[in-house]
T-cell receptor, first 114, second 115 residues
Framework: AQKITQTQPGMFVQEKEAVTLDCTYD???????LFWYKQPSSGEMIFLIY??????QNATEGRYSLNFQKARKSANLVISASQLGDSAMYFC???????????FGTGTSLTVIP | EAQVTQNPRYLITVTGKKLTVTCSQN?????MSWYRQDPGLGLRQIYY???????DKGDVPEGYKVSRKEKRNFPLILESPSPNQTSLYFC??????????????FGNGTRLTVT
């Protein structure tokens, strides 16, 4: 079974609008961390936001927030007030507390339309 | 500046010619790993290391070797490259060897083409 599933290969959003990128995960470890990364067309991987499984509140970092629904095993990334520079590939990832590997989804390509 | 440095950025080689992609981090991180990125497949882990002289296979280790003789360096070795190893490769490091909290810090990637 896939550890991380991103079901949206491509998304479009109007500039200044909010957008939600979906991520579901699969683990039986009660302790885990969830991460989102951005990969612009230049290719580098940029860390955006982290959510721990025991965190009581949803993580936020500037315009990025993580909609963490533990019972549904989902960790959706919300980008508010989209900007043209947000056009990129976005990857969801997980690391289990007792584990040694990071698992990545297949990514969502976001295009912001002016 | 805290960073992960991998070289080269671009590499074109021929089938069977041994090559090494270097990776170095200056953050005193315990955990280092290699990934390959292919369209539609996301990032897949090749090998990882939790400490000096401790390495283990990820999900796609076939055709690759690694070593961790020093904490800062984690080279990826392709003894006999084949065209199916044409890919974008990333080295990454994380502060802690285990646990969920530390994010990966990535190098800028190496685009490898094997003809």
């Amino acid at each position: 079974a896939q550890k991380i599933t991103q079901t949206q290969p491509g998304m479009f959003v109007q500039e200044k609008e909010a957008v939600t990128l979906d991520c579901t995960y699969d683990t039986s470890d009660p302790s885990y961390g969830l991460f989102w990364y951005k990969q612009p067309s230049s290719g580098e991987m940029i860390f955006l936001i982290y959510q721990g499984s025991y965190d009581q509140q949803n993580a936020t970092e500037g315009r990025y927030s993580l909609n963490f629904q533990k019972a549904r095993k989902s960790a959706n990334l919300v980008i508010s007030a989209s900007q043209l520079g947000d056009s990129a590939m976005y990857f969801c990832a997980m690391r289990e507390g007792a584990g040694n590997q990071f698992y990545f989804g297949t990514g969502t390509s976001l295009t912001v339309i002016p | 500046e805290a960073q992960v440095t991998q070289n080269p950025r671009y590499l074109i080689t021929v089938t069977g010619k041994k090559l090494t992609v270097t990776c170095s981090q200056n953050m005193n991180h315990e955990y280092m790993s290699w990934y390959r990125q292919d369209p539609g497949l996301g990032l897949r882990q090749i090998y990882y290391s939790m400490n000096v002289e401790v390495t283990d296979k990820g999900d796609v280790p076939e055709g690759y070797k690694v070593s961790r003789k020093e904490k800062r360096n984690f080279p990826l070795i392709l003894e006999s490259p084949s065209p199916n190893q044409t890919s974008l490769y990333f080295c990454a490091s994380s502060l802690h060897r285990t646990g969920g909290g530390s994010p990966l810090h990535f190098g800028n990637g190496t685009r490898l083409t094997v003809t």
